[in-house]
């Protein structure tokens, strides 16, 4: 079965091509026939990278200001037609989607019909910046392919039984029960994938049981969070109601004074919307530094003198450590802490600033085994012989299409 997962982000679009014949065990990865991404869509410099396994050419090309839809049909097209007589087309037998959003209704993968995309677009405005890429990608496969199974997964559902206390707001019952306001949780397939994965390489030895281990996940990217998990369940997630709450990220302010909204709107004369934009685009990293929301950059701009550069990462790396602490307290302890994303897998001296004073926790970063770790690798990074730091490199789309493949199985 040829199953192809559709990523959408709210400026990004990664997407796989997966072969898989039989269900493998995480130790034998599924073959990829081809995978790619687009960065900084809708912007005239955005650019399709796409490459192949074997027999066809991988290619850049510029895509200027294509929508998420009309990116999506250009690499559909490029999967289906024949490139010569010995290179025929690729058949897709199945998509999967990953949507960011899916409140209490969706909590296991679900066969996308009309009903479904109905539900899905309700919820678009809890996360608009990702549920509307993920509805994009969904009726442009739908156009093109329209008698392929589409399975919509949820970036909430790994977080469906949190714990009422984890999971509702102060707000009166009546308010929230009726309007399902309470904290879902994101990166879910990311958790997910990332604590099976550890659970199979710490399965190896006998010492350790995963099902009794306290583990916090920092899945640390331009969106940011941390996850406590505990008997393979999250117990506690840093992003609640919307992906706004919890960390510093990239453009989005992460946890605020609600009284600080209210100000805005009448000290300020704000509208919602601005607010809005506000929160989720010109803060976070970017607002800290008045330079960027890139990492990289500020690690740069930081190591020339760049004072609020230099703010933002401190500010960044404190946020992730003090929320490592509450879970740490909320488990009952520590026995593994676990860096994942594109910062938390990356960078060697934002891990390092991050566990900066959790020795009464236990957990030291060994700094060779820090600057040696390549990212790509699950690697053990603690001082000691006792490895309670870890990369684990994330695979949200290999669990998309895992997922996908036991479904249509059933």
């Not at 919890?246 to 009448?266: A, E, F």
Request: one cysteine or more.
């Amino acid at each position: 079965m040829n199953i192809l997962v559709l990523n959408a982000g709210s400026s990004s679009l990664k997407f796989r091509l997966f072969k898989i014949s039989t269900l493998r065990p995480l130790s034998e990865p599924e073959d990829v026939i081809a995978s790619g991404h687009v960065e900084r869509i809708g912007q005239a410099d955005a650019q399709l990278n796409l490459s192949f396994d074997v027999k066809r050419d991988s290619y850049q090309q510029s895509v200027g200001t294509k929508s998420v839809s009309e990116l999506v049909q250009e690499i559909i097209q490029q999967f289906t037609k024949p490139l010569a007589v010995d290179q025929p087309a690729i058949s897709i037998d199945a998509v999967g989607h990953r949507i960011v959003h899916g409140g209490a209704r969706f909590f296991e993968p679900i066969l996308i019909d009309d009903i479904v995309l109905k539900h899905i677009r309700d919820l678009t405005e809890l996360a608009p910046l990702h549920n509307h890429s993920g509805l994009a990608g969904i009726e442009a496969v739908r156009g093109l392919l329209p008698h392929v199974h589409n399975v919509a997964l949820f970036d909430t559902a790994f977080h469906h039984n949190l714990p009422a206390v984890a999971a509702r707001y102060g707000l009166p019952s009546v308010l929230s029960d009726r309007l399902q306001l309470r904290r879902y949780g994101f990166h879910g397939i990311s958790y997910r994938y990332v604590s099976e994965r550890l659970s199979l390489i710490l399965k190896r030895d006998l010492t350790k049981h995963f099902n009794q281990m306290r583990m916090i996940v920092c899945h640390l990217g331009n969106g940011a969070s941390v996850c406590a998990i505990q008997n393979g369940q999250s117990i506690d997630t840093s992003m609640g109601f919307t992906p706004l709450e919890g960390l510093i990220m990239g453009s989005r302010s992460g946890d605020i004074d609600p009284g600080l909204v209210l100000h805005l709107l009448r000290a300020e004369n704000m509208t919602p919307d601005q607010v809005d934009d506000l929160l989720n685009h010109q803060s976070g990293l970017l607002g800290l530094s008045g330079k960027s929301a890139d990492l990289r950059e500020l690690e740069i701009a930081a190591s020339l003198g760049h004072q609020a550069s230099q703010l933002a990462l401190e500010c960044f790396a404190y946020r992730v450590r003090k929320y490592i602490g509450a879970y740490a307290a909320a488990l009952g302890g520590v026995d593994t802490l676990v860096f994942t994303g594109g910062i938390g897998q990356n960078s060697v001296l934002m891990r390092a600033r991050i566990c900066q004073g959790l020795s009464f926790l236990g957990l030291e970063i060994d700094e060779i085994r820090n600057n040696e770790a390549n990212g790509k690798e699950p690697v053990a990074i603690s001082a000691g012989d006792d490895p309670m730091i870890w990369i684990v490199p994330t695979d949200e789309e290999r669990q998309i299409a895992r997922e996908v493949f036991l479904l249509l199985r059933k």
